[in-house]
């Protein structure tokens, strides 16, 4: 969805402000929206900036030393500006071998460099990830199934990667790293967005999501440059490529080499930049595309009264130093000669402050000792939830997924589910209340999605034996994962680096399904391999097969053998429809059996049903007591007068059946057994509605937000 610009309405500012505005907006390549800005500086003197990054690999020239010049700008103007110290996500990625004391390690490092390239830290917060993440859980996750419920897998599909998108690759992972990032900016309370260009597509889905939530205020998106690799065709920086950047670490003559091999048009290429293209990192014109004027705009005329001297001549402006090249009145040797001292004078603080801090000089040892570190790293356990509490066969019944109405279907093969749990076994009944809000179950309220489990649990109490219920753990999947959470969502992610989004959404959805599906299938093989174990099975509703199959397939291939795939035995419920569909396709509602349908209810229901005299092939109420009357009962009795022939008792159903074909028995005298055999059977819970307090207010509300949420359609 394309966002429409504010009308141009002036905001007047006072020349402090001015100021301000001026110097934040200078950092932009691009500003949505300017107004914002402005009305944003005048109106929060503290206002919050974010960026993040992942503390691995080298620091080049413009993560260091082009950042602190934009991060003190910021901070100059009154902004905090924060650093998302994405420790958690390098954990994820393996980096450092996956330690994150070493990667914390690197992360002070960076900050180091920082310090050095004169980054004022007085009003720089640095937030890690593994503290704000795995500190947070309660609250950090749910947020990111709330993107995940509001756009589409097509949408989320425009912020990843171009190459993964084009060759059908694209992991499901990558889907949920957007949503991960833009549930940062509401996680560390940004007000401004400012990272690169290449991120754009990101934080406008963050201004997108303030829509869908109807969230008043908005991030404000500010994007800065993204500085050209120094040899041809290189769009950006590349940190695998040494010579396509100058990086913090480099000596002078590494410096000096670099700049004097760089690319340097100083004509037209003729290939130009298409601004309007989907993935471009370029906002505005450049026919050149010449790194080297790149560095003189970016590093050297991006500090407080700039200079440079060439051939001689001094140069106050980069228009007038550029222009000098490019009209060949500085030539190209002499222009790289100074650009080269010029951008060696940028790198020299930093080389100093590693020099003379005792602090900086014993991290930049450590992590040159970890790169010298031999010998093939140690094989790490499979990370995961582990649910087990010490008993071999754990057996876990996946309730189904929130709902407003949870029909009989449903409820009587979990209940039998709940039945059939082995006696040795630990028992758990997992509530996916998470799940359900990435599925946009009750429109991802939580409150909502907590007293429908509540209604279920309540009656699954009433219903069952209580040595039965009283077997399982009643388990909420938000409770569950809280317990190690971050073992849990490193697994989890593993999966979606694993899985393709095609492979998820095969029999399930399709790109314009809810981006909530990847989030919950995801989750869904992370819940099944906390009770991995050959002893061990999962029960679930035949509407999550396919995430069964995927579990299963995922976790069988994995290559440890302390993690074995357990047994996933999908609970096929019975067509219990009581009447003909309609022409269109959809259902009557008042044609299914729901758990809370009511003793005034209930008889309406069978007494409306489809039933034809003979009429075995299509007889719901047949159906109504093959799948529920006789297990359950064990008999149905039929009630009728001796001229009509006595009443019967029918203990199979195909003795009932044949009775009914051949008209032995008629409509009249199976409408109202059935119904009285039925009532008896949900008697309990009838009886748990109105006698049980928790259950009587759960349905009182459940039934409060479903008008609501019709009223709203």
């Not at 050149?288 to 991006?302: A, G, K, R, T």
């Not at 990435?438 to 040595?467: H, S, W």
């Amino acid at each position: 969805m394309a966002e429409t610009k504010p009308k141009a309405n002036a905001v007047e500012m006072d020349e402090e402000s001015q100021r301000k505005y001026d110097l934040v907006r200078s950092i932009g390549e691009e500003c949505i929206q300017e107004s914002e800005l402005k009305n944003l500086i005048l109106k929060k003197p503290g206002f919050r900036l974010y960026d993040g990054f992942e503390p691995s690999g080298r620091m080049h020239i413009a993560q260091g030393v082009f950042k602190a010049m934009n991060v003190n700008k910021c901070t100059a103007a009154g902004g905090t500006f924060v650093f998302w110290v994405a420790d958690w996500f390098g954990l994820m990625n393996d980096k450092m071998g996956g330690d994150l004391d070493k990667i914390k390690v690197v992360g002070e490092y960076f900050i180091e460099v920082w310090t050095g390239a004169g980054m004022d830290l007085s009003n720089v917060e640095f937030r890690w990830a593994s503290d704000g993440i795995v500190g947070n859980a309660a609250s950090y996750w749910p947020q990111v199934m709330d993107v995940a419920r509001c756009f589409s897998v097509t949408r989320i599909n425009k912020c990843c990667q171009i190459m993964g998108r084009k060759e059908g690759t694209l992991t499901a992972a990558q889907i949920l790293y957007p949503l991960m990032q833009c549930s940062d900016i509401f996680h560390l309370r940004a007000d401004i967005c400012q990272l690169g260009v290449d991120q754009r597509k990101v934080n406008m889905l963050a201004r997108e999501y303030c829509d869908a939530s109807k969230r008043k205020l908005k991030p404000v998106i500010l994007s800065h440059h993204m500085m050209y690799g120094l040899l041809e065709g290189q769009e950006k920086m590349s940190k695998s490529n040494p010579d396509s950047a100058i990086f913090v670490e480099d000596q002078r003559e590494d410096i000096l080499r670099k700049i004097n091999q760089a690319y340097c048009p100083l004509k037209s290429t003729g290939k130009g930049v298409d601004t309007t293209a989907e993935y471009t990192m370029r906002l505005k014109e450049d026919d050149l595309q010449n790194p080297c004027f790149d560095y003189l705009e970016n590093i050297v005329f991006n500090k407080p009264d700039p200079s440079i001297t060439m051939g001689g001549q001094t140069y106050t402006t980069f228009e007038s130093a550029r222009d000098a090249v490019v009209n060949a009145d500085v030539s190209e040797i002499d222009f790289k000669a100074a650009l080269g001292d010029a951008v060696d004078g940028a790198i020299k603080p930093i080389r100093d402050h590693f020099r003379d801090s005792d602090k900086a000089r014993t991290l930049l040892e450590t992590i040159q000792g970890y790169k010298n570190e031999t010998g093939a790293p140690a094989k790490k356990s499979t990370r995961r939830l582990a649910l087990s509490t010490g008993q071999d066969a754990v057996f876990m019944v996946y309730a189904p997924f929130a709902s407003y109405e949870y029909t009989m279907e449903a409820f009587l093969p979990l209940a039998e589910a709940m039945s059939s749990a082995p006696v040795d076994s630990q028992c758990i009944l997992w509530l996916p209340d998470w799940a359900s809000k990435c599925q946009n179950k009750m429109e991802g309220d939580l409150k909502v999605i907590a007293q429908c489990y509540a209604v279920l649990v309540e009656t699954l109490r009433a219903f069952l034996p209580a040595a039965t219920f009283e077997r399982f753990e009643v388990l909420f999947q938000s409770h569950g994962i809280l317990r190690d959470a971050s073992n849990y969502w490193l697994s989890a992610i593993n999966v979606g680096r694993s899985l393709t989004v095609t492979d998820i959404l095969t029999g399930q959805g399709d790109d314009e399904s809810c981006a909530g599906l990847i989030v919950a299938s995801l989750m869904f093989v992370a819940d099944t391999m906390g009770v991995a174990g050959d002893s061990c099975t999962v029960s679930v509703p035949a509407e999550l097969k396919v995430m069964g199959d995927i579990a299963h397939k995922y976790i069988t291939g994995l290559d440890d053998p302390a993690v074995v795939a357990p047994r996933v035995a999908v609970r096929e419920g019975a067509d219990l429809y009581l009447r003909e569909e309609l022409e269109s396709g959809l259902k009557n509602q008042d044609a299914i059996l729901f758990l809370m349908d009511t003793q005034i209810e209930l008889p309406r229901k069978f007494k409306r049903a489809f039933c034809e005299p003979q009429n075995v092939t299509f007889c719901p109420l047949l159906s109504v007591v093959r799948d529920i009357v006789l297990p359950q009962s064990g008999a149905l009795v039929i009630s009728r007068s001796a001229e009509n022939g006595g009443d019967i008792e029918y203990t199979t159903y195909d003795s009932l059946e044949a009775d009914y074909a051949s008209a032995k028995l008629h409509p009249g005298d199976l409408k109202p057994a059935v119904q009285k055999a039925y009532l008896a059977i949900v008697d309990p819970l009838l009886k748990c509605f109105k006698e049980n307090p928790m259950a009587k207010k759960a349905v009182g509300d459940v039934k409060k937000y479903a008008k609501q949420a019709k009223s709203k359609k």
